[in-house]
């Protein structure tokens, strides 16, 4: 059995999912058995691959960059799973819906600045008036809710899905796996 593509995605969010993944330790040795990571911020990779089989997505929409990007992982993506509140709910960065991105420039770049007073317009992607969970943007497979899904969670899910065992999130999420 060849193994499984399997990429991590990093969007607008804490990149708590991340290490909440990366503390399942040693089962991740378990899981190399079963899966490649062939794209993630925690390998080198710098392009996302042409085909994966299942995609993990940590972070909300919130700016234009986050929104090309979940759209060319869904296109490349067999399964595509929202990893923790932020991806599935919006969480913490929706949090600047109701001030919206205009005064949350002003304040960052302006307001708190002591030199160069000016709004960001190359490094910094121009953001969305609100922020909004991935799956307001593209279909959605499994979510994985948590802040963040403890690294049981993910190991629980993760074997379930590259095995085809049966999987019940809501019994994961509710008795704190």
Known sequence: MSKL???TVWLDGCSGCHMSFLDMDE????????IDIVYSPIVDAKVFPDEVDIALVEGAIASVDDEAKIKKVRAHSKMLIAMGDCAVAGNVPSMRNPIGPEKILDRAYIENASAQQQIPCVVVPKLLKIVRPIHEFVN???FLPGCPPSADTFYTALTALV?????DISALTRFGA
């Open 5 to 7: 593509k399997v990429a």
């Open 27 to 34: 089962r991740l040795l378990k899981l190399a058995e079963l």
């Open 140 to 142: 959605v497979d499994v």
């Open 163 to 167: 095995t085809g065992a049966p999987l």
